[in-house]
């Protein structure tokens, strides 16, 4: 072993390089120019991605999407009314656990950063910590992405052994709108787990929280009749229900902007200037 | 480039505490600078905001010209360890190597060859570092830090949980890094683990820098150490010849005075030496503790 690998690639002051490192810098071409170029924002995505996998947590996380996916497909499969059986039955039936699963993606994505102490590499390497934060929430999407093809793909199969199975209706329809909207909702939830990740710092907070203050709110909203015009716009899950439906109107976008906005929007804002200013230890 | 790291009075307070105080050095290409004090010193403070980690209360720090993040691609520039064990431990030890190979945008082969130069083997690179030893974590950490083949080396306390033969081996490694014209700055509470290697040291107590110069200055003043079959009574003689002289905590006599000087106060006292000698390794450390030892939080190094 050697320890000849190691030397600063452009030094003009260096004694010729051995064949070894000569070797080295060929494969790893150095920076001739004094400012490198930075880290392509693709990489970092990729980078991110990766992160998201290579841990115990995050793959049982996926797994665990698909396990409950196809649990439910095959719960909806079999416990409804022959007559229900159609895909949009069948994709509704998967929408529920995900929206509850999906976030996850996006909390953990951040929150493992500093349960970790990961932060402390990550932001060596980056010191761009926005440009990282983008990164896991594009990531993140990307992920969902992939969870949704497969509902969707897992929601088609079910149909089909509706019809074989069980003579079910087998219905085809699926209006774009829902599909866009069954898509978008969930990305939504995923932005949403990112946002509290990133508001929150640990995971189990940021997953307690994610789970109990828009369901505190909606409870609370639905109780105080007063409420009920307000909760209409500050309501995620009672803005996102049309979105699902493919029933989208003017106002329902309204509401949907508004409440996106103080969910999740306002999380991701608050929680990555907090990212920027926090001392990483 | 004449500084690799220019930190100039860099100063962070925590409410009323102050963990780094206006500090100020500079680090030339092709050195390897000891930073010495003891837990608690702001060592690793210090070492945050040069990294861009922690925002400082004021003053600046840069590497290579730059605040470090403006570096564009900071891996490729400068090796950071600021903790071994600040990694995901459910990854494995060549999976830590190959992400920070994919965000420097190196291929695989440079993977190998860190698990190769630190010392993993096949089978423990596949491991997941929950499982590794303290001195396995440490070598795995220090190669993520060489892996993009950087200029700068900031290193806090690299040495920590390794073994003799491992320090040994960190030493050959920084040494033959800074005779290729590398930098490297690291920290240490224990002045043998750096004096070796170090060409200059920077010692710092309580946020302060105490003292700081290359090793040879730093030695050359820190004076005679001595002992006589009758102790006492060789403080006597060299205080009678107007030579400071005091017991140090190893039982010696110390003095800030010259060999000979003190051999020849013996000699008029008609006292027999035991023990003659200028400041080294062991003179160094005595001077490192006092100098640290009214500055250090808990009042003596522990």
């Known amino acids: ?281 | 480039m004449d500084h690799m790291i220019t930190v100039q009075n860099l100063t962070k307070r925590y409410e009323s505490f102050t963990a780094v105080d206006d500090i100020s050095f500079t680090l030339s290409p092709g050195t390897v600078t000891g930073f010495l004090g003891p837990n608690g010193a702001g060592k690793s403070t210090a070492m945050r905001i040069m990294t861009g980690l922690t925002p400082p209360t004021s003053g600046t720090a840069t590497i290579l010209g730059k605040p470090y993040a403006e570096l564009p691609n900071p891996g490729r520039q400068v090796g950071v360890l600021l903790d071994a064990s600040a990694q995901h431990a459910g990854r494995t030890g060549r999976e830590v190597l190959a992400l920070g190979a994919m965000v420097m945008g190196l291929g695989k082969a440079r993977v190998d060859e860190m698990l190769d130069l630190v010392g993993l083997t096949p089978d423990e690179a596949r491991r997941r570092l929950g499982h590794y030893s303290l001195g396995m974590r440490q070598r795995l950490g220090i190669a993520p830090a060489l892996l993009g083949d950087p200029e700068v080396l900031v290193l806090d306390e690299p040495a920590n949980g390794l073994d003799p033969q491992g320090i040994h081996w960190m030493r050959g490694l920084l040494k033959g890094f800074a005779e290729q014209g590398g930098t490297v700055l690291l920290s240490s509470h224990l002045l043998h683990e750096v004096e070796v290697v170090a060409d200059q040291l920077i010692l710092i107590g309580r946020g302060r820098i105490v003292r700081q110069g290359s090793k040879a200055e730093l030695l050359a003043g820190s004076g005679t150490t001595a002992n006589a079959l009758d102790r006492d009574a060789l403080v006597m003689a060299l205080q009678h010849a107007g030579l400071a002289a005091d017991v140090t905590p190893s039982g010696s006599v110390r003095s800030s005075a010259t060999t000979e000087e003190v051999s020849r106060a013996a000699l008029d006292a008609g006292l027999v030496l035991t023990e003659l000698r200028g400041a080294d390794g062991a003179g160094l450390e005595e001077m490192f503790l006092q100098l640290t030892s009214s500055d250090s939080r808990e009042g003596a190094v522990a």
């Open chain 1, 1 to 281: 072993m050697t320890t000849t690998t190691v030397h600063p690639p452009d030094q003009p002051t260096n004694p010729p390089l051995d064949p070894v490192s000569d070797r080295d810098l060929a494969r790893t071409p150095a920076p001739s120019a004094p400012h490198p170029p930075g880290i392509p924002f693709a990489r970092l995505i990729a980078v991110e991605l990766r992160k998201m996998l290579d841990t115990r947590s995050g793959r049982w996380l996926l797994i665990a999407i698909g396990v409950v996916t196809i649990v439910v497909v095959g719960f909806v499969l079999f416990a409804s009314r022959p007559q229900d059986l159609t895909l949009s039955t069948f994709v509704t039936g998967t929408a529920t656990p995900q929206t509850l699963l999906l976030p996850l993606l996006g909390v953990l994505a951040v929150t493992s950063e500093w349960g970790q102490r990961n932060a402390l590499v990550t932001f060596t390497l980056e010191p761009r910590r926005l440009r990282v934060m983008l990164a896991k929430l594009v990531g993140s999407m990307v992920l969902g992405t992939v969870a949704i093809a497969f509902a969707f793909l897992i929601a088609t199969i079910g149909n089909g052994l509706g019809i074989l199975l069980r003579n079910g209706d087998g219905s085809w329809a699926l209006g774009a709108a829902s599909i866009g909207g069954v898509v978008l909702s969930q990305l939504l939830w995923v932005a949403q787990g990112i946002g509290f990740g990133l508001l929150f710092g640990s995971t189990a907070v940021a997953i307690v929280s994610y789970l109990t203050l828009p369901t505190a709110w909606a409870i609370v909203g639905s109780m105080v009749t007063s409420l009920s015009t307000v909760s209409q716009w500050l309501d995620l899950s009672r803005a996102i229900e049309p979105l699902v439906a493919g029933q989208m109107s003017g106002i329902s976008w309204a509401h949907l902007g508004v409440a996106a906005g103080l969910w999740v929007i306002l999380p991701i804002l608050v929680g990555s200037w907090r990212m920027m200013r926090r001392e990483v230890k």
